[in-house]
């Protein structure tokens, strides 16, 4: 097997504006009980003890905050703070370019504020451990209904072989520099990987991982703060490590 040894860097794709979301603010920046999602995001990187350091992609007109002002002075030194550009795949090959001597990127939406550390310790052990292409995934609730263009029902995939996915996605950094030259439509990095015909690998998610995407979303995330269900459930997950 070849090396698996070697940096490991953290890659948050956080450049998108939040239109779902609706606030103000770009939706990175927007606050969890005194603390943004960005800061949150960084901070499960670094607290998963796997990751050496974390590129943080930004809407061009923050690129020049000092990285101590965005996830304060504990973690700062081991931040980048780099550009991001119109498209999720651009800020994601931004943080590429600034990924250095990486030898595995772990990419993880800012948006997906209460991941567990936890969920990327467990993401980079598969990678260390020999695969190429990782990500966390949860199966789904709902049936899932396939539709044309009118909104007329083709076809009911079997649920029991869906899964939701979630981040942080982990790769071979040479394989995801490859994948992700050619992004066109894909809505996330292992689908990049998928269409080079390379397998991509399954490890479990966690509910605590959902993206931040809707009003709806963010009132789950304080209730989820407030009440402490999301450090308690983090903290579980961390003893049984
Ligand atoms: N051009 C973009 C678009 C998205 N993202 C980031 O990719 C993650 C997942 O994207 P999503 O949740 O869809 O965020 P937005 O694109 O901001 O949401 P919306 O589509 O509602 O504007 C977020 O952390 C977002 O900041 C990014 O870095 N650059
Ligand atoms: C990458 C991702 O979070 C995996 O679920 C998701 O595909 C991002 O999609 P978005 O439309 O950019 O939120």
């Not at 948050?12 to 606030?23: N, Q, S, W």
């Not at 101590?68 to 980048?80: M, S």
């Not at 942080?168 to 030259?181: E, I, K, T």
């Amino acid at each position: 097997m070849n090396d698996r040894s070697g940096p490991v860097v953290g890659i948050i794709p956080a450049a998108g504006r939040g239109v779902r979301l609706g606030e103000t603010l770009p939706k990175a920046f927007v606050e969890l009980d005194g603390r943004t999602m960005l800061d949150r995001a960084v901070h499960t990187m670094i607290d998963s003890g796997t990751v050496d350091r974390v590129v943080i992609v930004v809407p061009p007109e923050l690129a020049g905050t000092p990285a101590d002002e965005l996830v304060g002075t504990g973690p700062a030194g081991r931040v980048t703070v780099v550009a991001g550009g119109a498209e999720r795949a651009d800020s994601v090959r931004a943080g590429l370019d600034a990924a250095g001597d990486a030898r595995f990127v772990l990419v993880h939406d800012a948006a997906r504020a209460l991941t567990p550390p936890d969920l990327c310790a467990r993401v980079t052990w598969a990678l260390r451990d020999g695969k190429d292409a990782v990500i966390p995934v949860l199966p789904v609730a709902d049936t899932i209904k396939s539709i044309d263009t009118d909104g007329q029902v083709t076809g009911t995939p079997d649920r029991a072989t869906l899964r939701a996915v979630q981040t942080p996605q982990g790769f071979d950094v040479a394989l995801l520099r490859r994948a992700n030259g050619d992004a066109g439509d894909a809505t996330d990095d292992a689908g990049l990987v998928e269409r080079l015909g390379e397998p991509v690998h399954t490890v479990a998610g966690d509910p605590l991982a959902f993206k931040i995407t809707t009003p709806l979303d963010l009132v789950l995330a304080r209730a989820l703060l407030a009440s402490g269900t999301a450090a308690r459930e983090s903290a579980e997950r961390e003893q049984e490590r």
